[in-house]
T-cell receptor, first 116, second 113 residues
């Protein structure tokens, strides 16, 4: 059974550019969540999608957006990149319907975004 | 606010010994799950163990067990017979029934041969 697949693994972008990250969940998982991981702030919740609907959203500016497709694959987009957006972006899928409850998440290996 | 606190930024253990990682959380919810995740240098977060809040019995997965004290809102992870492959960042996480999963800041575990 394939795991959660995130592409690309590494990305280098320039300030002001925009970026799209992709996540394919485990087959059968309809919930997909995104987290930003940085050394200073740790793991911070971005948003969660279930059946193409955004269920929850974290405290991030509107430059961060996402969507989910009918096959449960998800993308997140960051527009007008800032240096502070450099981070590891983790995607996680779950068999449950909300925030990893009750089964927990299965995580992808993440996309390392560097903004220069 | 629902927060998760890991008070030990770093821990060290000798191979084959036992180590306990601490975690406390704050919530007013009654229905939730608690998790421990491991993040090795490969970056992928791996689920180690989970605990349902309604279950009094502590969860166990091979060498990993938890000490769940609901009233004290404490959820520690015990690793027995530590192995070199256990070296990683360990994150405690709280997941309520109606909101996103919250993570602690993590504990970096070093295993000495």
């Amino acid at each position: 059974k394939a795991g959660v697949t995130q592409t690309p693994r590494y990305l280098i972008k320039t300030r002001g550019q925009q970026v799209t990250l992709s996540c394919s969940p485990i087959s059968g998982h309809r919930s997909v969540s995104w987290y930003q991981q940085t050394p200073g702030q740790g793991l911070q919740f971005l948003f969660e999608y279930f059946s193409e609907t955004q269920r929850n959203k974290g405290n991030f500016p509107g430059r961060f957006s996402g969507r989910q497709f009918s096959n449960s694959r998800s993308e997140m987009n960051v527009s007008t990149l800032e240096l502070g957006d450099s981070a590891l972006y983790l995607c996680a899928s779950s068999l449950g319907s909300t925030g990893g409850f009750p089964y927990g998440y299965t995580f992808g290996s993440g996309t390392r975004l560097t903004v220069v | 606010a629902q927060t998760v606190t890991q008070s030990q930024p770093e821990m060290s253990v000798q191979e084959a010994e036992t180590v306990t990682l601490s975690c406390t959380y704050d919530t007013s919810e009654s229905d939730y799950y608690l998790f421990w995740y491991k993040q090795p240098p490969s970056r992928q977060m791996i689920l180690v163990i989970r605990q349902e809040a309604y279950k009094q019995q502590n969860a166990t997965e091979n060498r990993f067990s938890v000490n769940f004290q609901k009233a004290a809102k404490s959820f520690s992870l015990k690793i027995s017979d530590s192995q070199l492959g256990d070296a990683a960042m360990y994150f405690c996480a709280y997941s309520p029934n109606n909101n996103d999963m919250r993570f602690g800041a993590g504990t970096r575990l070093t295993v000495k041969p």
